[in-house]
């Protein structure tokens, strides 16, 4: 058995535990994939890659109610796909040097482990390695449902689908969540015949009401979209393809696709990691259970020197959410005895499709409910990009912002927006909302430029403040 300081599962966010504070000791830096986890090697970082040349393309068909006429000569998807690749690859590459290039005082171990005691796990080779400090950052992997068929080599996940050789010319998605969306955006804008069946009655139905309605129904105009429609079964054809037997509100049809991509959601990598052996809580999702602390639970106490991070233990899937949380561990790991705790407060998302939508904080239900619990009112207000000057610019006929704040004092519980930039755009309303900032202070405590998009931000605040003023004069 060797015995390191600290020992991480985990390169992806999990990586970004090690720096100089720790040369002087020994650590030791597992991972069994490729080197970066999931956000720089098929998540995050290759999908946005994908969509902004989706974005160029379908700027093709938003142009011409501008009176521009613009037509997509074609997509290289070799070549798109190359050079996303090539630059992943090789910063994965350089990554994973960086820390062999370390030996002085990081071990890479590049294997599949599973615990064998709380601070002590075995490679699939059959070394023991234990440590004074244990960081689990094993991440999320793709659920794959259990249909006849899912295990057809035309079935893919977003861990396969952004290296295929050839784009297809027909491609159904299974589930209606963030991947969905974003792959119907990336493959829809390059040409190919998308078509989304969804188990609900919405797109990205755990986002605010609204915004699912209208995210769908502007996605029912882009892509062929089944509602409320189950793929019941997968069957390869002859000639390469796959028909999929779909059961929706019309009954029973059959839909002849080239690939499928499967988007039901991701499960923590807890399976077959020796947690429950030792004895860690895990939630009913089979996510690891940690304090505020992010310290790993055992019957309800923390275990001391065991911390978790990012997709195995969040309730939030995100990139930026893992890595606030490595914050949280690299410090508390280091500060036994001043220990931080990570804000969950306010956790932002953006979906990434065509239009994009973006997220802060309670939904409209969810401020509701809020308000018959604690008795503070709430103010909604929804205001139209195409009511702004930049609105008028872009021609834009559905982009929108909605705020939710608490009545008497303006503080903002919620921002959802659809449109151009969503991404860009929440991020103000982010800063206030963390900084404690007011709507009405917000609005008329500072310029807005004009005629920029961010007016439909400054007016959404004003609205909130008027509808405040109609509601206590
Ligand atoms: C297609 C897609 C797009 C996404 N887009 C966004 C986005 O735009 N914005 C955003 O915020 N988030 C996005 N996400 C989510 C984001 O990628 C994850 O939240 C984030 O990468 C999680 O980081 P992590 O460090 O927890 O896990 P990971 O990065 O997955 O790292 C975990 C590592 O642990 C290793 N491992 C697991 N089990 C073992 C074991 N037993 N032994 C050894 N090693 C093991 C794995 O090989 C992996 O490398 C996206 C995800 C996907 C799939
Ligand atoms: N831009 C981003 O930040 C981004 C992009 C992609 C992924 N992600 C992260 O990755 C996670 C996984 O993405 P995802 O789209 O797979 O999950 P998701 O949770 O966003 O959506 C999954 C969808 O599949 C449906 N579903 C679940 N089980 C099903 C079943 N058996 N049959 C049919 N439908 C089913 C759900 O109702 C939901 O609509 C996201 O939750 C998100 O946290 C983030």
Same mark, same amino acid.
């Given at each position: 058995m060797t015995h390191y300081d600290l020992a991480i599962i985990g390169t992806g966010s999990g990586n970004s535990l090690i720096t100089r504070r720790w040369a002087d000791r020994k650590v030791v830096l597992v991972d069994r994939g490729a080197f970066g986890g999931t956000c720089l090697n098929r998540g995050c970082i290759p999908t946005k890659m994908y969509v902004y040349p989706a974005d160029l393309a379908a700027a093709s068909g938003d142009a011409a109610r501008l009176g521009v006429d613009l037509s997509?000569?074609? &997509?290289?998807?070799?070549? &798109?796909?190359?050079?996303?690749?090539?630059?992943?690859?090789?910063?994965?590459?350089?990554?994973?040097?960086?820390?062999?290039?370390?030996?002085?005082?990081?071990?890479?171990?590049?294997?599949?482990?599973?615990?064998?005691?709380?601070?002590?796990?075995?490679?699939?080779?059959?070394?023991?390695?234990?440590?004074?400090?244990?960081?689990?950052?094993?991440?999320?992997?793709?659920?794959?449902?259990?249909?006849?068929?899912?295990?057809?080599?035309?079935?893919?996940?977003?861990?396969?689908?952004?290296?295929?050789?050839?784009?297809?010319?027909?491609?159904?998605?299974?589930?209606?969540?963030?991947?969905?969306?974003?792959?119907?955006?990336?493959f829809g804008s390059f040409g190919t015949e998308v078509t989304i069946t969804v188990r609900s009655g919405t797109m990205l139905r755990h986002l605010d009401e609204t915004v699912s309605t209208v995210f769908t129904e502007q996605a029912a105009q882009?892509?062929?979209?089944?509602?409320?429609?189950? &793929?019941?079964?997968?069957?390869?054809?002859?000639?390469?393809?796959?028909?999929?037997?779909?059961?929706?509100?019309?009954?029973?049809?059959?839909?002849?696709?080239?690939l499928v991509l499967v988007a039901v959601?991701?499960?923590?990598?807890?399976?077959?990691?020796?947690?429950?052996?030792?004895?860690?809580?895990?939630?009913?999702?089979?996510?690891?259970?940690?304090?505020?602390?992010?310290?790993?639970?055992?019957?309800?106490?923390?275990?001391?020197?065991?911390?978790?991070l990012g997709d195995v233990s969040s309730a939030h899937q995100l990139k930026h959410v893992a890595n606030h949380e490595a914050r949280t561990v690299a410090h508390n790991l280091l500060h036994p005895d001043e220990l931080r705790a990570s804000d969950h407060r306010f956790v932002p998302a953006a979906v990434f499709s065509h239009p994009q939508v973006a997220a802060v904080g309670l939904t409209e239900e969810q =401020?509701?409910?809020?308000?018959?619990?604690?008795?503070?009112?709430?103010?909604?207000?929804?205001?139209?990009?195409?009511?702004? =000057?930049?609105?008028? =610019?872009?021609?834009?006929?559905?982009?929108?912002?909605?705020?939710?704040?608490?009545?008497?004092?303006?503080?903002?519980?919620? =921002?959802?927006?659809?449109?151009?930039?969503a991404s860009l755009l929440i991020q103000p309303i982010l800063q206030a909302m963390s900084f404690d900032l007011d709507a009405y202070s917000m609005a008329r405590g500072q310029y807005w430029i004009h005629p920029a998009l961010t007016e439909v931000v400054e007016n959404a605040l004003l609205k909130l403040r008027t509808n405040r003023e109609l509601l206590h004069p």
């Open positions: 997509l000569e074609g &997509v290289r998807w070799q070549d &798109v796909r190359d050079r996303i690749f090539t630059r992943i690859d090789a910063n994965s590459a350089d990554a994973r040097s960086y820390r062999a290039d370390q030996p002085e005082y990081v071990t890479l171990i590049e294997d599949d482990v599973h615990l064998v005691g709380e601070k002590s796990f075995q490679t699939s080779s059959g070394e023991v390695i234990s440590a004074d400090q244990l960081v689990i950052a094993t991440g999320s992997h793709a659920i794959r449902p259990d249909i006849p068929g899912i295990d057809l080599p035309q079935v893919h996940t977003s861990d396969t689908i952004m290296r295929l050789p050839d784009r297809p010319r027909r491609l159904l998605i299974k589930g209606g969540g963030y991947i969905a969306a974003e792959f119907a955006h990336i882009q892509w062929d979209v089944r509602l409320r429609t189950a &793929v019941t079964g997968l069957t390869a054809n002859d000639d390469g393809s796959v028909t999929a037997r779909l059961e929706g509100p019309d009954g029973q049809s059959d839909l002849e696709v080239d959601g991701r499960a923590p990598n807890t399976d077959g990691l020796g947690v429950e052996e030792v004895g860690f809580d895990l939630h009913p999702d089979r996510r690891l259970a940690v304090d505020e602390y992010q310290r790993v639970l055992r019957a309800g106490e923390p275990v001391e020197g065991v911390w978790s =401020a509701l409910a809020y308000a018959e619990t604690s008795g503070v009112p709430v103010v909604t207000a929804v205001q139209q990009y195409g009511a702004t =000057a930049y609105g008028w =610019a872009m021609e834009d006929t559905t982009g929108f912002v909605k705020l939710i704040a608490e009545q008497p004092t303006g503080r903002i519980l919620g =921002a959802h927006i659809v449109g151009h930039e």
